[in-house]
Nanobody, 128 residues
Framework: VQLVESGGGLVQAGGSLKLYCVASQFTFSSSRSCMGWFRQAPGKDREGVAHIDSDGKWYAESLKGRSTISTDDANNTLDLQIDSLQPEDTAMYYC??????????????????????WGQGTQVTVSS
């Protein structure tokens, strides 16, 4: 699985961005694998942002209510819409596919880092 993210950029606080993750050798819409978005700010650990598994969708508390994870069947992308962006959302955003798992609620980030396929990331910078 090869993943490539895009859609990041510089945005003012309160703005919105939609991030995209395109996959090769993997079809998001037909997969029951765990697939998700993570972020990592400078000097901080990588954290989960949102994921989809066979149970549904999960969002981190910090983004709940202002983010939406979805798949785009036509373009075979895993998308992440984030609204009401704040400076603390500034980070490199990564998508990942954890093919060995169908249920990933509670799966530690370390497991994702060890076993998942990752993209190279897309930078999101939010100015105040």
């Amino acid at each position: 699985v090869q993943l490539v993210e895009s859609g990041g950029g510089l945005v003012q606080a309160g703005g919105s961005l939609k991030l995209y993750c395109v996959a090769s050798q993997f079809t998001f819409s037909s997969s029951r694998s765990c697939m998700g978005w993570f972020r990592q700010a400078p000097g901080k650990d990588r954290e989960g942002v949102a994921h989809i598994d066979s149970d549904g969708k999960w969002y981190a508390e910090s983004l709940k209510g202002r983010s939406t994870i979805s798949t785009d069947d036509a373009n075979n992308t895993l998308d992440l819409q984030i609204d009401s962006l704040q400076p603390e959302d500034t980070a490199m955003y990564y998508c990942a596919v954890l093919g060995q798992f169908n249920h990933c609620r509670g799966v530690l980030v370390g497991i994702w880092q060890q076993y998942a396929s990752w993209g190279q990331g897309t930078q999101v910078t939010v100015s105040s």
